[in-house]
């Protein structure tokens, strides 16, 4: 049952397909089940805290059912946006059909083109990461490979990092800072890579060189074989991906910082530096992205494992519903800066501020 919740939520990508086909408002089912019911369930429910035990744990890391689920995303993402490519460039999409259709697949791009991509991405196998790196063309956004594995898991909860949002910062702000200085910041963090190996910028193994290439190379055959109209949807659903993930990036440490020693070094990355969610859909849809801690104290442990720490600060709905709330700026701050001031309070008291057996893990 564990590994079938993963799974059941691949029916996304078919559902997305036959908004395609069908078409009229059907073609509106994955968005409204995303961001209306999903919201509307997780508002009025309590995901559980509970943790596996270390047989359990170690059985699902034995299951090579979890890494199957995963693996399955990227031709399924494929087949769906080349689906959707097609039936754009061929017109035969109604007006209401093409809305719905457009939405549904920006969803799939950040949902599974990202979010998967980003599962992929910290693995140590070259076939994962290759995957990681293909998942990510098909939103355009290659560059996060760089940018998230070297720089915002090193830099998260500082003012350095582009993908902590600030407090009292607005997700739209947070956008354009996000996307414009986290592809920067990957074009500087490669460049120092092959500086340290005494390798020219201008060269073929500079990874962003060859991203862009692709990038360039995928862009450039979809406007030869299906168009002008289907390069622009895809352009299009590209976009909407990535926004989907930097307003997931908003919410995940928003407001959080890590201290900064006498040394002049930041403390080491707690449970306490991300937002965590428990509803059991978003777990579920998003691959355990809510339990971000734990992803970051690890993050080379595979999703079907990350834990829940008492230390952690707790997002008071499910992640898609904390989206909507994100795009409502006002509504935004006056949750989750109360949120904040209760967390920070909770940690100040003496009973609570203690290492407790939770956290220890975390620091092993």
Known sequence: MGAFRYASTLIFLPLTASTIYVGGWWAFNVPIFAFVIVPLVE??????PDNMTEEETQSALDNKIYDGIVYVVMPLQYLVLFYYLWSVSTGQMDTLG??????????ACGTYGINVAHELGHRKNGYEQWMAKGL??????MHFFIEHNRGHHKRVGTPDDPATARYGETLYAFWLRSVVFGYLSAWKIENHRLSRKGKSWFSWRNEMLQYHVLEIAALVGVYLFLGGAALLAWMLVASMGILLLETINYLEHYGLTRQRKDTGRYERVLPIHSWNSNRSIGRAL???????????AHANRKYQVLRHFDESPQLPTGYPGMMILATIPP??????HRQIANYQARMERPAEAEVSPSLKVALN
Do not use: C, N, P, Q
């Not at 508002?43 to 559980?48: A, E, R």
């Not at 990510?136 to 956004?141: E, G, P, R, V």
């Not at 998003?286 to 970051?296: A, K, V």
């Open 136 to 141: 990510l063309l098909s939103t355009l956004y």
């Open 286 to 296: 998003l691959f355990e992205l809510t339990r971000h801690s734990d992803h970051h």
């Open 98 to 107: 093409l809305i719905g259709a457009t939405l549904s697949m920006g969803i």
């Open 43 to 48: 508002l009025f429910t309590k995901g559980s």
């Open 331 to 336: 509504l935004w701050f006056y949750v989750m």
